[in-house]
């Protein structure tokens, strides 16, 4: 008979999520998973297999989480106010949260740029991939703005959230309303 799990995998995944998301992949060691989860290697073996597939998972999980705010961004029907919305919606959670973390996709995106990992990298372009069509949609509902220019913005949008992202880490919440304001002052 299989023994029983003392533990919920949802609680652990999460916590395993935030101490990625704080200290990146490579800083995190198993210790720091054993402690932060609370649960031994073996434990986490057992049910994510290797740090690298605990990582997917977490990154799973994250977009799980953010999948409301992306859906909201989705179903909106004002487009660049659409768009600009989301930007706050994506900080207002980061400082909601008293710890500035950024993004962790962004983060993901950035620590990963210059890596052979195949598996990191295709999650990150089926994400930054997916948002930047959205952002596409949004600016389409200008009919004034030729393809060209949507694209251009779409571009220009995606690196700005990225942008965004880093900056929560560091700046003020103030520093970060400028931010977004002047950005979408250019659009």
């Keep these: 008979m299989a ?3 003392g533990y919920n995998e949802t609680e652990v995944l999460e916590k395993a999520m935030h101490l990625f998301w704080g200290n990146g992949y490579e800083a995190t060691s198993m210790q720091m998973l054993e402690k932060e989860m609370g649960i031994n290697k073996f434990s986490i073996y057992s049910s994510f297999g290797n740090k690298h ?17 992306l859906e909201t961004l989705k179903s909106g029907t004002n487009g660049v106010s659409d768009i600009k ?3 706050y919606d994506s900080i207002n959670s980061n400082f909601k949260q008293g710890h500035q973390k950024g993004c962790l996709v962004t983060n993901t995106y950035n620590e990963f740029s210059k ?8 999650q990150m372009s089926i ?3 997916n948002l930047k069509h959205i952002f596409i949609e949004k600016l389409k509902m200008d009919t004034s703005k030729n393809d060209s220019t949507i694209l251009k913005q779409a571009n220009y949008l995606l690196l700005a959230k990225h942008g965004l992202a880093a900056a929560s880490r560091v700046n003020t919440k103030e520093e970060i309303e400028d931010y ?6 250019n659009i």
Excluded at 115 to 122: A, V, Y
């Design 127 to 129: 994400f930054m991939d």
């Design 85 to 87: 919305q989301f930007f």
């Design 115 to 122: 890596s052979e990992d195949h598996l990191i990298k295709e």
């Design 53 to 69: 597939s605990l990582f997917l998972e977490s990154l799973k999980h994250y977009k799980l989480n953010v999948s409301n705010t």
């Design 3 to 5: 023994r029983k799990k």
């Design 180 to 185: 977004i304001e002047m950005t979408f002052n």
